[in-house]
Each structure stands twice: as C-alpha cells, then as structure tokens.
T-cell receptor
Framework: GQQLNQSPQSMFIQEGEDVSMNCTSSSIFNTWLWYKQDPGEGPVLLIA?????ELTSNGRLTAQFGITRKDSFLNISASIPSDVGIYFC?????????????FGTGTRLQVTL | DGGITQSPKYLFRKEGQNVTLSCEQNLNHDAMYWYRQDPGQGLRLIYY???????QKGDIAEGYSVSREKKESFPLTVTSAQKNPTAFYLC???????????????FGPGTRLTVL
C-alpha cells in the first residue's frame, strides 16, 4: 500500500520555537487528517481538513489543505515540552465508499527546554 | 465515557500460537479498522469493516483474520501464518464511512504483541 511522504522525519527544537512539518502525495486526496501519537499510545486526532485551500486552527496548531490536493502542512506555534511526540498525516482517497486512510511515516518532534 | 478500548495492553505469545486481540467501542460507530504499526513506520491497514457481518481486507491482511458479529466489537486474530507478528496493533472506528467527506477515524490505545 501507498504511504505518504512526510518531512522532516525528526526534529529537535527549543521550547518557544515554531514548528512546521508537511506531507506530500502523488495522489489526490479529499480529506487530510493530522494525528499526534505519544509513546505506547494510540494516535489522537488534532485537525481534520475537508476542502482544498482550507486553513484550520486548533489552539497553537494550524493546518492547511494544499490547493493541489496533494499536500498538507501542520504548524505548531510557541512549542512547549508536551508537544513531544510523533505527528502523522493521513489522507483519504475520495472515491468509493470505504473510508480508508493512507498514513504518512511520521515526524518525531522533540522539544528541549 | 465513550471511547475505544483494546485489551490487553501487552501480550506475549509463543511462536506458532494463534492470538486474538480485543477491540470494543461504545461510540455507536458503524465502521471499525485494524492497523499495524512497526517502529519508525506509519500505520498499515490490516482489515476494516463498514457494517456488522461484513469486512474487507486491507493492505496487509495475510496471516490475520477478523469477525464483526456485533457493532461494538471487532476482534483481530493473529494466526501462526503471520510471519512477523511482533508489532503494535491499533484499532480505530468511524461514524459512517459512506459520509466520507466528513468522516474521521478515532483510535484505541493499542496492544503491543510480542511473539517469543
């Protein structure tokens, strides 16, 4: 199965810095989702995007659905230590009835004080 | 509280044994999914079910089996045919897969299976 290209793979930042990560695909998606996973836990949904060009915020997090429908990015402003974790993007191929998601390989974020 | 539960959190089995992982949801969601996660990788879809008594293979179904006898439950059996079963297994559910424009998946806490 296809996996999305997510970058960077990992990043170390200092507390208070802004973070940006993105996800690209060779296929068009109708939905983009961003999840955060803590070690040993299931992913938690952060932001869902349903329209090309859509820009959505959730607290310090902002995500955008690319105009081409083949990419999305997630920004975290003023990072704090609890932002540590792995961030996954996921896209839904918008044909048919199955709600199947394709996941990115993840961006591991580490925040230093 | 509504949510998805998976049990057990950690599971150890000997090679050659079948093992069943539990997934229960009380969200009244129609669709349920099983994913496998290996270290440093994303999630790969094993099986999914859009409605009771129906399920479809995902991208890596070989060596696995599922059942969907009740809306709330979607157990996954890892059979002895699965060549590399040690992994973190995640169950998810979504409200209505036919409404794909707004449907999102919510995950359980996962089961870490180790085959010795």
């Amino acid at each position: 199965g296809q996996q999305l290209n997510q970058s960077p793979q990992s990043m170390f930042i200092q507390e208070g810095e802004d973070v940006s990560m993105n996800c690209t695909s060779s296929s068009i998606f109708n939905t983009w989702l961003w999840y955060k996973q803590d070690p040993g836990e299931g992913p938690v949904l952060l932001i869902a995007l349903y329209k090309a060009g859509e820009l959505t915020s959730n607290g310090r997090l902002t995500a955008q659905f690319g105009i081409t429908r083949k990419d999305s990015f997630l920004n975290i402003s003023a990072s704090i230590p609890s932002d540590v974790g792995i961030y996954f993007c996921a896209g839904r191929l918008g044909t048919g009835t199955a709600s199947k998601l394709t996941f990115g390989t993840g961006t591991r974020l580490q925040v230093t004080l | 509280d509504g949510g998805i539960t998976q049990s057990p959190k950690y599971l150890f089995r000997k090679e050659g044994q079948n093992v069943t992982l539990s997934c229960e949801q009380n969200l009244n969601h129609d669709a349920m999914y099983w994913y496998r996660q290996d270290p440093g990788q994303g999630l790969r879809l094993i099986y999914y079910s859009q409605i009771v008594n129906d399920f479809q293979k995902g991208d890596i179904a070989e060596g696995y089996s599922v059942s969907r006898e009740k809306k709330e439950s979607f157990p996954l059996t890892v059979t002895s045919a699965q060549k590399n079963p040690t992994a973190f297994y995640l169950c998810a559910s979504s409200i209505d897969p036919l409404e794909y424009s707004t449907d999102t998946q919510y995950f359980g806490p996962g089961t870490r299976l180790t085959v010795l």
